[in-house]
């Protein structure tokens, strides 16, 4: 078997590290995973993928250290729990993000995610286009995930019965990271997917291969993509009128109605995997949410089970009580698996955590082992970004960091202190907390 560009764009292979290995990305609706799935994705992982899965800033799994020769039946395997890898890496609408998972509206959000997720997955209309097209759907603006997609979507407060979304253009991280702006407040449910198809009609017909559309944004300004956009919506015939009345799941009450296992640089063996799934059968109706955050999140079918729900979680280790468990840390796999990684991030995270205090324990971080920035640093309060490696004395290579803080909800983090070696990082996030 043999993969071209087009297959590897649409199909959700990476060629890793080492030559020969595929990571493959799968797209799971809304970040929202089945038990069965789940268990299906640890049977494909002890099988091909060397035990493990790694939980993405998107709510998607990866599937690391695949071979060629193996790829055609593990996507056979995930078709067969209704799970796809298409259009989960190159130039596609990606996997459609959502959260937060503990909002109380997430019932509601998650319900349009995955129709819009289902909408554009294996579409060929939204398929072979510049580079990767990101969606996302959010309860509210509180992690500012809205302003680094390409098309983000923020619940509004509106008069209306029916949920309204204020929609949000053209951001972006990467090695240019770009805020988006606020296109549109409180546009219908029922018009967010022809003005979603019309940005992706306008993206593709504009921009130059290779580039996302905050480079469009760049390049024409805001006033003149608002109003190619505008000119691309024609009459906006509201989505119901080709698909249907649209229902979507209502908000649930507020309170300790989910629980949350803190996974550490989103690294699961399949035995922590299947554990999880089990507890999801058990305490959460089957399902379990992905969070941007690499941990999982259950809505548990009856609150009062909650006390049952943490003795079941810390029985197979997801108690919260070693210390890498209690601080918010969005970890990439570096250069462990990423052929794009100059630090090996799971470690350099690990260290850190063991040289912060108490404070820093209750702060948010992120750290990403290339400028590529996949896993956000830029959103968090502390994010560290790995920009480049140095040959050191002793022959070795070894990597230098850029800090980022940010303290403005509606803006992104900005280098504070930048070509740190570990020594320096290490040091200043003492200071730091």
Not at 192 to 200: D, F, H, R, S, W
Not at 294 to 319: C, H, K, M, S, T
Not at 372 to 377: E, F, G, I, L, R
């Amino acid at each position: 078997m043999t993969f071209d560009p087009q297959t590897i764009r649409i199909d959700g292979i990476y060629e890793q590290r080492q030559p020969g290995n595929f990571m493959l990305r799968v797209k799971v609706p809304a970040g929202t995973v089945s038990a069965e799935q789940a268990a299906r994705i640890a049977e494909i992982a002890d099988r091909f993928a060397g035990g493990a899965v790694h939980l993405t800033t998107r709510g998607s799994i990866e599937l690391h250290w695949l071979k060629e020769e193996d790829l055609a039946e593990v996507w056979r395997m995930l078709a067969g729990v209704g799970l796809t890898t298409r259009g989960a890496c190159g130039g596609a609408v990606r996997g459609v993000t959502c959260g937060p998972a503990a909002a109380p509206a997430f019932p509601l959000i998650s319900s349009f995610a995955q129709l819009l997720h289902h909408h554009f997955t294996r579409n060929p209309h939204f398929e072979g286009l510049p580079k990767k097209f990101k969606i996302g759907v959010f309860a509210d603006r509180t992690d500012g995930r809205h302003l680094i997609q390409d098309f983000g979507l923020v619940l509004a407060d509106s008069a209306d019965a029916a949920p309204c979304y204020d929609v949000w253009l053209a951001g972006g991280l990467g090695r240019e990271p770009s805020a988006g702006f606020l296109f549109e407040s409180a546009v219908p449910v029922e018009r967010i997917i022809p003005l979603a198809e019309a940005v992706v009609r306008v993206y593709a017909a504009h921009t130059p291969k290779g580039k996302r559309l905050k480079h469009l944004l760049r390049e024409t300004g805001r006033d003149e993509l608002v109003r190619r956009v505008t000119e691309a919506r024609g009459r906006d015939l509201p989505c119901g009128d080709t698909f249907g009345p649209l229902q979507f799941a209502a908000a649930s009450p507020a309170g300790k109605s989910h629980l949350e296992a803190a996974v550490f640089a989103g690294e699961l063996s399949t035995d922590e995997l299947r554990d999880l799934a089990g507890i999801a059968r058990e305490f959460a109706g089957g399902f379990m949410a992905l969070t941007g955050g690499q941990n999982v999140i259950f809505r548990l079918a009856d609150p009062a089970r909650r006390d049952d729900a943490e003795r079941a979680l810390a029985a197979v280790g997801f108690g919260g009580t070693i210390r890498e468990q209690q601080v918010a840390f969005r970890v990439c796999p570096g250069s462990h698996e990423c052929r794009m990684g100059l630090a090996p991030t799971r470690d350099v995270a690990l260290a850190l955590v063991a040289a912060m205090g108490d404070e820093g324990l209750r702060r948010d971080w992120s750290i990403s082992g290339c400028p590529n920035s996949c896993s956000q640093p830029q959103l968090a309060e502390v994010g560290i970004v790995t920009v480049k490696s140095i040959k050191g004395d002793d022959g070795e290579r070894h990597p230098l960091f850029d800090l980022y803080r940010r303290g403005d909800a509606d803006r992104l983090g900005t280098p504070a202190l930048q070509g740190l070696t570990l020594d320096d990082l290490t040091a200043e996030i003492r200071r730091i907390g």
